[in-house]
């Protein structure tokens, strides 16, 4: 037999419609108001029997098939929002990585402008609470055999609130029409994540969401290899030969000289000690590298051909000897 047709209960009756049923019939059934009949302790345990199951049935259905145990009629006019996360990349320099700052992020939603990411705006009156229309409760929680209301967050269960929901931004706190910015920490690696809350949310699609933001170092100019960061100068052939200084821009802007002796080879490194990223395994920084490159001599004339060779001839001829050659 149905357990509702047992109840005398339509099928798509409620938790309280059951409810109520059960403690009608079993008041009429229990076995001490029939003590003369043999088979009223049966006849009770099979009411107990159907409305379990018709208990089991009811907290099986979808929320919006079964009335009485769905959500209250605000929360059903107004579904929670689906949520979702998404990944994105962001592009930043060594100068940013080493000393952080705010970057924007590419298809993220910024913070209202005109709620500041509040979601509300206040009306400087109190009026009734538009999400649980004034009832303080904004859905129902359903368990095997007891419902409890939940209290309405926006008004903290009093039904009046002096705020309305932000109507540009759909009480999100974020638009899709404003910049997503984020501000960076000092020190960031390649590859490093982080999370802006709700900047993936849609307000006009009802979703809520954040981004995780993916950290990329590119840079022309500077890479960062470990703890240091390293640079490349070219010398011209003569002034690698003879020796001198040369001015470096470190990430930032500052000017720092380097002095490189007489001989300085191709691929040569030169350290300069804190100057670099903060050191992940010990205190400290690690250094600022000038690696120096020679600049090839473009061999455009008789004159310069002449003179390479001439200056091929003189450095052979002073490693033969150990001599200068004059």
Known sequence: MNPFDYLGVPHDAGLQDAKSAYRRLAKACHPDQHPDDP??????????????????????????????RGPSAS?????????????????????????????????????CDHCQGEGRIPLGHETEC????????????????????????????????IFVPCHRCGGFGVSSTTECRTTLPPNVREGDTFRIDGAASIPSEN???????????????????GDDVETTVMLDLWDAAKGGAVAVMQPGGEKVTLKYPAGT?????????????????????????????????????????????????????ERRTGQPSR
């Open 265 to 317: 080879a191709h691929g040569r490194r030169f350290r300069m000690p804190g100057r670099g990223m903060e050191r992940l395994s010990a205190p400290g920084r690690g250094d600022f590298v000038v690696v120096a490159a020679i600049r090839p001599v473009v061999n455009s004339n008789p004159e310069i051909a002449a003179a390479l060779e001439a200056l091929r001839l003189a450095v052979l001829a």
């Open 75 to 111: 929360s059903a006019r107004k579904k929670p929002p689906s949520s979702r996360t998404v990944w994105r990349d962001v592009e930043i320099d060594v100068a940013m990585a080493l000393s952080g700052g705010e970057v924007t992020i590419p298809g993220a939603s910024g913070v």
């Open 130 to 161: 538009a999400t649980c229309e004034g009832s303080g409760k904004s859905g129902t929680r359903y368990g095997a055999y007891i419902s409890v209301s939940i209290q309405c967050h926006e008004c903290d269960g009093t039904g009046r609130t």
């Open 207 to 225: 979703v809520r969401g954040d981004v995780q933001i993916m950290v990329k170092v590119v840079d022309r100019s500077y890479r960062i290899v």
């Open 39 to 68: 088979d009223a302790p049966r006849k009770f345990a099979l009411l107990h029997e159907a409305y379990t199951e018709a208990i089991k049935q009811i907290a099986a259905r979808p929320a919006e098939a079964s009335p009485g």
